[in-house]
């Protein structure tokens, strides 16, 4: 069945320095990857998309990398602040018009200052 | 972009009763999305519901279950039925904006739902 993975232990990381998340799926080809975050006790918030022809797309201290080989996306937050603590969703959606779209259990991320 | 408001934003139910939750959007969009999200889990998809068909339910849910309604473009309705303390959860409604793919979902707030 299809599965998608994200590191369930929280991330801990000093202000300043890049946090790197991990997206891994099997079982699947998807044509579109979506992170979204969450803040406790809030619906997710989109963030980026990147298609499966894309290999990487840049949003302000965002980047996202998509290697459809490896099956893996990087999600990056350069110059990381204490407002970027929240659960970053790592989701997938397939090419047909019908399909639907799949979330990761999320990893949770802490910047300490 | 899209503004989605639900309500209620949380509820304390007893086993055995039934509770609507609406979704209200601020334009009008052709998918709506019904997720439930356990404590430390991820969404998982209940439903699609189009304006004018039946709701599209995923596998391990059903209509006698989780009745939705779409009586227009901008708003729809989702009913947990016969409540058990299983069904506390958080259950959020999410539109789509792409074309020929979903393309970015918009959430609403959630309502979180305890049941007793």
């Known amino acids: 069945s299809q599965k998608i993975e994200q590191n369930s232990e929280a991330l801990n990381i000093q202000e300043g320095k890049t946090a790197t998340l991990t997206c891994n799926y099997t079982n699947y080809s998807p044509a579109y990857l979506q992170w979204y975050r969450q803040d406790p006790g809030r619906g997710p918030v989109f963030l980026l998309l990147?298609?499966?022809?894309?290999k990487e797309k840049r949003k302000e201290r965002l980047k996202v990398t998509f290697d459809t080989t490896l099956k893996q996306s990087l999600f990056h937050i350069t110059a990381s602040q204490p407002a970027d603590s929240a659960t970053y969703l790592c989701?997938?959606?397939?090419?047909?018009?019908?399909?639907?779209?799949?979330f990761g259990s999320g990893t949770r991320l802490s910047i300490r200052p | 972009s899209a503004v989605i408001s639900q309500k209620p934003s949380r509820d304390i139910c007893q086993r055995g009763t039934s509770l609507t939750i609406q979704c209200q959007v601020d334009s009008q969009v052709t998918m709506m999305f019904w997720y439930r999200q356990q404590p430390g889990q991820s969404l998982t998809l209940i439903a699609t519901?189009?304006?004018?068909?039946?709701?599209?339910?995923e596998s391990g849910f059903v209509i006698d279950k989780f009745p939705i309604s779409r009586p227009n473009l901008t708003f729809s309705t989702l009913t947990v039925s016969n409540m058990s303390p299983e069904d506390s959860s958080i259950y959020l409604c999410?539109?789509?904006?792409?074309?020929?793919?979903?393309?970015?979902?918009?959430f609403g707030e959630g309502s979180r739902l305890t049941v007793l």
């Open positions: 990147i298609r499966e022809n894309e």
């Open positions: 989701a997938l959606e397939g090419y047909s018009s019908a399909s639907k779209i799949i």
């Open positions: 999410s539109v789509g904006t792409g074309g020929t793919n979903t393309g970015e979902l918009f």
């Open positions: 519901a189009n304006q004018g068909s039946e709701a599209t339910y």
